[in-house]
């Protein structure tokens, strides 16, 4: 998994990279898994055991009570990232896995900044910056302002490289993505009312002969 810092950081992020088997696109795994401990070692191993390197990992509960939520992104094979949630699905204590493109789904990610204080009030190209980018000054104090943004991960990069050029940043903090699918109903409510029907059905007395 990243640990992301401003060093380390893509000015340009790009959609796919060249990997072994061929061209790797950035897909977003969504996993519902029940709210038990160490379902997370389970499903982080899957991607260790295949080499492939989380991009990013975002867990929450979801609208369904009882359900943890798992938003983790990754580059590979279209191939690959079903092989990773065929075998995300088989873990006893997972409900449901789906993987999504970008244009699949609706996504943000939260970021903060801290920037020196003295800077932004010394140099007005700072302010006017965080305007730019959509960004807001949530705290303010003789050493340090915190700036926190709140869009997509190229929203999120291009106020990191404006602020850093001007050599302001002093820490950098993302959330990693969250997302929501483009569909009516979250499809794991529809699978897990199939799962009731099928329980059901097999709970209904057996005819008499």
């Not at 602020?163 to 529809?190: H, K, P």
């Amino acid at each position: 998994m990243n640990n992301n810092s401003s060093s380390q950081l893509q000015t340009t992020p790009l959609p796919t990279r060249e990997g072994q088997g061929g061209e790797s696109s950035l897909y977003t795994i969504l996993v519902f898994s029940e709210n038990l401990a160490g379902i997370l070692n389970q499903v982080t191993a899957v991607f260790t055991r295949r080499q492939i390197n989380i991009e990013s990992l975002n867990v929450c509960a979801s609208s369904t009570p009882g359900v943890h939520k798992y938003t983790i992104t990754c580059y590979c094979t279209e191939e690959m990232v079903k092989v990773l949630k065929a075998q995300i699905e088989k873990r006893i204590d997972v409900l449901q896995a789906r993987y999504y493109t970008d244009e699949e789904i609706f996504l943000q990610e939260t970021s903060l900044l801290k920037i020196s204080a003295p800077a932004v009030m010394e140099n007005p190209e700072v302010c006017r910056i965080v305007r730019h980018h959509g960004a807001r000054i949530v705290e303010v104090n003789p050493t340090y302002a915190a700036v926190e943004k709140t869009g997509t991960t190229e929203e999120i990069l291009s106020l990191f490289d404006a602020l850093n050029r001007l050599g302001v940043v002093r820490q950098f903090a993302r959330s990693g993505r969250i997302c929501i699918t483009r569909g009516t109903r979250e499809e794991l409510d529809d699978y897990l009312e199939e799962r009731e029907k099928e329980k059901k059905w097999t709970l209904l007395p057996a005819p008499p002969l």
